[in-house]
Every structure is written in C-alpha cells, then in structure tokens.
C-alpha cells in the first residue's frame, strides 16, 4: 500500500479557492505493472475514505498481447469486502473458499474476506491465448467493526441482476445500493451507493442528496458539477446535503460511490482492520501458511520486505 496518491483541493475551472459544491478533487497514482497501469484515487494522503470505500483502483484499459494477461497471485485479505466490476475483458477469479468464477462486464463480484479469505484474479486460458482489452474498477469497502471477523464469503451477481435506468442521455447501473428510482440487490453491510453511468453531452443527472457522503470519479470524457469541471480520471469529493447538478461537457463513463463513513482503519497492505493486531495475526499467518490458501495454486504473493 504504497505511493499513495495526492490530491488537489481546487477546482479544475481554475479557481483559486475550492468549489462551493466540490469539497476536494483527488488526482489518481499512476503504478505501471508491466504492460498497464493502474491508478489509485483511495487511500489518499488527505482523504482516507469515501463513506465506507477505503480503496479505488481503476486499471487499464489494457492491451495484452497474445500469450500475455492479467496474473495476481494468491494473497489474503481480511476486515473488508471486495468489489470487482469490469468494463472489458474477463478475469478469473479463485478464493481459498473453492470458488472458481470467471467476472465479465457489469457483472459484479462481492467477496466478504471478514476473518481471512486469499484468492488469486488471472487471465483466463483461452483469452490469453488469443489476446484481449481489460478495463476494471476495484474498491474495497470496510466492514462494520462488528463484522470484521465474520465468516468470509463469496457472492457473483450476472449483469441482468442489476438494475438499469435509461433517462434522456442518461443509461444507469446501479452496481449496490438505492438511488434514481432503483435497488440493487447486492447485500451491502452498511448504507452503500456504487454506481456506473454513461451520460451524452449536454446530459444532466441530478445527484442524490440523502447519501452521507458521495464521490464523482471520471472514467472518461469530461463533467461539470454546479459549473465546475471535472476531467477524465480525477474524484470529486462532493459536499453532501443540498441537491447538485451533473452536466456532461462530452459523451462520459463515470462511477459514483458513497454512503454512511465506517470510522477510522488501519490499511497495511491488502489487510484492513479497526485492530492493528488483528493485522498482525494475518500476516504472520500468511508468512508461515496457515491463512487459509486458494486450491490448484501453488504460488502466492509474500508479504511485502519478505521477498
């Protein structure tokens, strides 16, 4: 959980003071990983969080070659629940529970590591052979304290599960929670809003106002929120509480995440806990391999300074 990103309170307008609705825009940390890259909005060094979400990952688009893919290995999570949500291509994904669950666009994986759970996100064989676009979205939610040793739990939702909204220049998705008229039916564990939504130039979206706190981040292309411009891959962080406009400035894709903030959490690595010593426990499990492990993998990620 290095080179966290920064983030830049001001508005993309140019002003020289912070957006009345806008309360910070982040800027993302570009990683390579051979081949692509990734970009991390959440943690940042300013903003640990956006209601319940404590991470963002945005990766790609991708270009493999044949021969070449997406290989994560075998690594342990726990305190948290993981979404995976594709906007191209197919990952594999295998957890130390048995599953094996190829992930396809606006479908929507819900892993609940609680006490621990490993799994490993590769390219599956026959999209390797022959080459293809990955385009992803990865957040991690925390969990209630409660509920951070819960048993842990794999649920897949087909894309025909969540719902879609289609308004004048508007097509939604509503990937978890309640908003627009619609309810996913992805079981959350604390208020929650994730969704996708594609808007033609000069479209409007009106945001919901009941959400603790909210987020906007760009996919692509370019919006404005009560006049000031947000631009591809940056995350406005919104004041919530009053009723603000979304206008497209050209045809966009972007996600829009928020919801009831879980206090604070200890993020080392891929472990999250209100506990540090909770934190500890796992990984000196997963150092001497009694965290429990993914079936028919044979490799793993060590933990990091244990190469």
């Known amino acids: 959980m290095s080179d966290l990103l920064s983030d830049n309170a001001r508005c993309e307008a140019g002003s020289d003071s912070p957006c009345a609705a806008i309360r910070t825009i982040l800027e993302p940390n570009n990683k390579d990983l051979g081949g ?31 021969g070449k893919g997406l290989d994560v290995r075998p690594h342990p999570h726990i305190g948290l629940a993981t979404i995976t949500y594709l906007l191209s291509g197919e990952i594999l994904h295998r957890d130390s529970l048995g599953n094996v669950q190829p992930i396809r666009p606006a479908e929507v ?13 590769r390219t599956p064989p026959e999209l390797r052979q022959a080459g293809h676009c990955l385009h992803a979205l990865q957040l991690w939610v925390a969990l209630p304290e409660q509920l951070e040793q819960t048993d842990p739990a ?8 969540i719902p879609r909204i289609e308004k004048e220049g508007v097509n939604l998705r509503i990937i978890i929670g309640e908003a627009w008229g619609a309810q996913s039916p992805v079981r959350a564990d604390s208020p929650t809003l994730y969704a996708d939504v594609q808007i033609k130039k000069d479209a409007l979206l009106t945001m919901p106002d ?21 631009v591809c891959h940056r995350m406005a962080v919104l004041d919530t509480g009053a009723q603000l406009e979304l206008a497209a400035v050209e045809d966009s894709r972007l996600v829009i995440i928020g919801g009831k903030p879980l206090g604070k959490r200890t993020v080392w690595w891929n ?14 499990e997963w150092k001497s391999g009694q965290f429990p492990q993914v079936p028919e993998e044979t490799e793993k990620i060590p933990v990091p300074g244990n190469e």
């Open 36 to 66: 692509f890259s990734v970009r991390r909005l959440l943690p940042a060094t300013s903003l640990k969080s956006v209601g319940p979400f404590i991470f963002f990952d945005h990766l790609g688009p991708a270009e493999f070659q044949p």
């Open 109 to 121: 994986n819900w892993m609940t590591a609680g006490r621990g759970i490993s799994h490993s996100e």
């Open 154 to 161: 794999f649920v897949h939702y087909d894309a025909e599960q």
């Open 210 to 230: 009941d959400v603790e706190e909210l987020a906007v981040y760009v996919v692509a292309g370019k919006v404005q929120i009560q006049g000031a411009d947000v």
């Open 271 to 284: 472990l999250v806990s209100s506990r540090k010593d909770l934190i500890e426990q796992a990984k000196q």
